[in-house]
């Protein structure tokens, strides 16, 4: 036993040297398209000796046809992107494969890093159909970070846009610029579009400017495709037909773990909406608490399609302000399951509810929320109701809701904390735990739960060497 014992330790101990050993061959790699050298092989490159282009880092080679894994960004390495331009006409001519495609993945602990120091834009100019430039093709454990994409200057294509993410998991996107288009086609649109994926952070993005497909909700900045454990958090999307639209979860996990929060979006046809594509089950599972959708056609909405069910969406601690319908109400012929609508405040929208074609509202959940409009509180089904009718032939908002206002700070100069004498203060029920009291515990409505979140982009996720333009008018 004891001989065996010594050769487990043994092992233990051999191994901790291999992964330590492994680990301390990760590297800084450098690329610098003003002083950097193609020729440069991955052991003699470092911040004296860099890459010319971005190619060479993620390929291993200057062809992208013909790439070479030992050559190119390794597990745990960071390539640093110094400023400039960088253009390519490489591409793949195919709609969910980036022209940027690592030829390898990253492990658990050690991603592929691919970094811009400065201000660094991407441009591609194929003689292809069109293709996204940067994202992940069935890769795993890849961030990119600080990238600036103009597409009017990169060759997209239909039922994509600028950045692609497909059959990969654990991918990042993360203090990205994206200016959108008015695209030409009428299919899908989008800055980001992840599919068939999971465990992907979308965070701290300027998104802006993306128009152009067969519907506002199509045209959105964000748009998640048969996806499941994605948080959206901390982008600021405006200026655009739609903000972040969760389409489908076809083929996902019976729990799908779709995060939204602290998201900043205006200025938009349609913020975030919530939908699912022939998903008879009906399990959907998304968390949206502690957004500021405001000054947009439709706020924030639930919409279904002929065969399938918005299902389990927690829409909790969000301020809803400025829109011509706050919360908007869309079902399929299945109607809903489990929809939670709490702890919102919902201020001077043209319309706080508009439902359409809604015949069975059991499944709705609203409570715990502040409306600010007097009058026409809901329109459902073309007809007209206070919060008294809405409370009483609806049977929704009879807890804990009511009307006033909120007291915002300063919400014509977009600062929705509230004043100390808000009403709103400890009036709703932390129904999400987001304060770790407990489901029971009260907590504040709207966005500002304590008053010191960072709603929109933050400083916190932002490396030192970044530098995001601003205004978004990149070139």
């Not at 440069?40 to 000796?49: E, F, H, L, P, R």
């Amino acid at each position: 036993m004891r001989a065996r014992t010594s050769f487990h330790a043994a092992l233990m101990l051999g191994l901790g040297v291999f992964f330590v050993a492994h680990a301390a061959l990760a590297k800084d790699l450098y690329v610098d398209g003003s002083t950097g050298d193609d020729s440069v092989s991955y052991a003699q490159n470092d911040a004296s000796n860099p890459w010319a282009t971005l190619g060479r880092a993620v390929w291993g080679n200057t062809n992208r046809s013909n790439p070479n894994s030992s050559q190119a960004a390794q597990a745990g390495d960071v390539v640093i992107v110094r400023a400039g331009v960088y253009s390519t006409n490489q591409g793949t001519g195919e709609r969910y494969e980036p022209i940027y495609n690592t030829v390898n993945s990253g492990r658990p602990g050690s991603p592929i890093t691919i970094r811009a120091e400065g201000a660094v834009t991407l441009r591609s100019n194929t003689n292809t159909g069109g293709e996204p430039i940067l994202g992940s093709l069935e890769r795993s454990y890849i961030v990119w970070d600080g990238f600036i994409i103009d597409e009017a200057n990169v060759n997209t294509t239909p039922d994509t846009g600028p950045t692609g993410v497909w059959g990969a998991d654990n991918i990042t996107l993360q203090n990205l610029t994206i200016r959108g288009i008015s695209a030409p086609w009428s299919d899908n649109h989008n800055s980001i579009r992840i599919e068939l994926s999971s465990n992907v952070l979308i965070r701290n993005n300027r998104l802006s400017g993306n128009r152009g497909a067969n519907n506002q909700f199509n045209g959105s900045a964000i748009m998640l495709y048969d996806t499941h454990d994605v948080t959206i958090e901390h982008n600021e999307i405006f200026d655009s037909e739609g903000g972040i639209f969760i389409k489908s979860s076809l083929h996902s996990p019976p729990h799908y773990n779709i995060i939204i929060r602290y998201n900043l979006l205006y200025d938009l046809h349609v913020g975030i909406t919530h939908a699912e594509v022939s998903d008879s089950a009906g399990t959907f599972g998304a968390r949206t608490y502690q957004n500021i959708v405001r000054d947009c056609f439709f706020g924030i909405v639930v919409r279904g399609y002929t065969n399938s069910t918005p299902a389990n969406v927690d829409i909790v601690n969000n301020t809803i302000y400025g829109n011509q319908h706050g919360l908007f109400l869309m079902p399929s012929t299945n109607g809903y399951e489990d929809i939670v609508v709490k702890n919102n405040i919902v201020a001077n929208n043209g319309t706080s509810i508009q439902g359409e074609d809604i015949s069975d509202v059991s499944q709705l959940q609203f409570s715990h929320n502040l409306y600010s409009r007097g009058g026409t509180l809901a329109r459902i089904q073309y007809n007209n109701y206070s919060l008294a009718g809405w409370q009483t032939t609806f049977a929704q908002d009879r807890t804990g809701s009511f009307q006033g206002d909120p007291a915002f700070m300063g919400p014509n100069s977009g600062d929705f904390r509230l004043g100390n004498n808000s009403p709103a203060r400890n009036a709703g029920v932390d129904v999400l735990n987001l304060l770790g009291q407990g489901v029971t515990a009260n907590i504040t409505m709207g966005a500002y739960v304590t008053g010191s979140e960072n709603i929109g982009l933050t400083d916190e996720l932002a490396v030192a060497t970044f530098t995001r333009p601003s205004p978004p008018v990149l070139e």
